[in-house]
């Protein structure tokens, strides 16, 4: 008896942990924003905005640092003032999270008014966003990107696929409702396999004309309809650099606001060294080539500034340390460096 007792009070008290943890209260506050309208537009009068024009981001410069305000309501009632045209503008917001004191947090697009004006009042620039997330705080980057992504996903969905009638948001932004054929619109996301091969002793990168010069990184591909990770991570390398994958395994996932809102689903993948010839697809790439381990630990120190040559080439670079292509490298690296120790 004293041992049922024992478990029906561990089971009691892992309850009562789970239900007072801060993220459970946090997750559980955030649903009901997004159920309740009334208690969403309470939580507009108290909460603070992340600003954005035309899907840009507002960052403040102090020192050499970047930073990203949360401006309460009243303050970004004391900006809006300027501009007669904005009213209702916080059925424009959209909720993007909260703080550990509830807190709300939400991002509006100012982009119908005068930036300028805006960036003079509160001294301030609006950033491209791949700027933005490479200057900011990490622990801002998800942020920006979540929010610009849901901000771009109303801005393009404003009319039902179905009967071309205007579609309705709700004000958290959550969805998005046809009132004339009853269809709810949800926001959602591309997944995208990023995948870093290697032969065993060496990775393979690639670049495409659009990259930065001299910026390599992993391969990566839109999953096809009705493929699992796995198809899409075979299908893509053997598209784009003609190898045969034999093994691959799962490493991280990372939501990436470009082109417009996906889900980078990392992997590594493992092809045979005697099959390791690269026969590359040349209109989706510019160069792909293997790289050895001590031209990735020099890869890894250069910034996109001192790659260039005296001649105008460039040394290879890959992504900062926000990107999850950058962590499929540093995992290699790792694993590499484990295995020659």
Known sequence: ???VYQALHRRVSSLVCRLHSTYVRKMRYL???KEDDS???QAQTSGTFYLFHNLSPFLQKVGKKYLVPQLSAAEMRRVLEKFPEAE???EKSVLIGCS???RPRFALDLGALDKSVIESELQGSFTDLRKALFVVDREDSPLLASAQSLLRWHDSHQYCSRTGQPTHKNPAGSKRVCHASGVTYYPQMSPVVITLVSDGSRCLLARQPSFPPG???????FCDMGENVEEAVRREVAEEVGLEVESLSYSASQHWPFPSSSLMIACHALVAAQRAEISMDTL???EARWFGLEEIVEGLKRQPSSSKQGDGSFLPWFPPKQAIAHQLIQEWLQQQTAQTA
Do not use: P
Not at 215 to 221: H, I, N, R, V, Y
């Open 1 to 3: 008896m004293a041992a």
């Open 31 to 33: 649903n009901q924003l």
């Open 39 to 41: 208690l969403c537009r």
């Open 88 to 90: 209702q503008w916080m």
């Open 100 to 102: 550990d004191e509830h």
């Open 215 to 221: 910026m390599f990184t992993a391969l990566s591909g």
């Open 284 to 286: 989706e790439l510019e």
